[in-house]
């Protein structure tokens, strides 16, 4: 009867380790593969690519870097797709004020450029409105 009842408890240990994820050299437990990594927000994207020049108030640093936040600039979408594309240095005008920076080009694919410039067109207070995937590799075809 023992043998049976070890024999169970053999058998619902591996099943339950085969179907738990792998463990990594601390122990941890880590999630089956088959879950993906969500895909990073155009804010995820802003904090990690843009907030040190342009600041997490969209405001930019006067003088250096212009302003996000209700940005004239914005309404020409494509040169804004461009600028992340190629980046650029020398005078910008943004708001009736000279900027005069560099921006070097962001590494960034097509998506994640969409996305951070559609969460820059709907944030800072600026009027929304969004940019494609389609339309920044029509830009980046360009260069």
Do not use: W
């Not at 122990?27 to 089956?32: E, K, M």
């Not at 804004?80 to 590494?107: E, F, R």
């Amino acid at each position: 009867m023992k043998r049976i009842q070890l024999s169970i408890v053999v058998v619902l240990v591996s099943f339950l380790m085969a179907c738990g994820g792998s463990s990594n050299q601390n122990g941890q437990t880590s999630a089956p593969a088959s879950i993906a990594t969500p895909k990073p927000t155009g804010e995820d994207i802003y904090k990690k690519t843009c907030v040190a020049c342009h600041q997490a108030t969209g405001q930019g640093v006067p003088g250096t870097f212009p302003p996000l936040a209700k940005s004239d600039y914005l309404a020409h979408k494509d040169l804004v797709i461009k600028q992340v594309l190629k980046g650029s240095s020398g005078d910008i005008v943004v708001n009736g004020v000279t900027y005069n920076g560099v921006m070097p080009p962001q590494a960034l694919n097509d998506e994640e450029i969409a996305t951070v410039l559609t969460y820059v067109y709907s944030n800072f207070g600026n009027s929304g409105g969004t940019v494609t995937p389609d339309e920044v590799k029509q830009e980046r075809a360009k260069q």
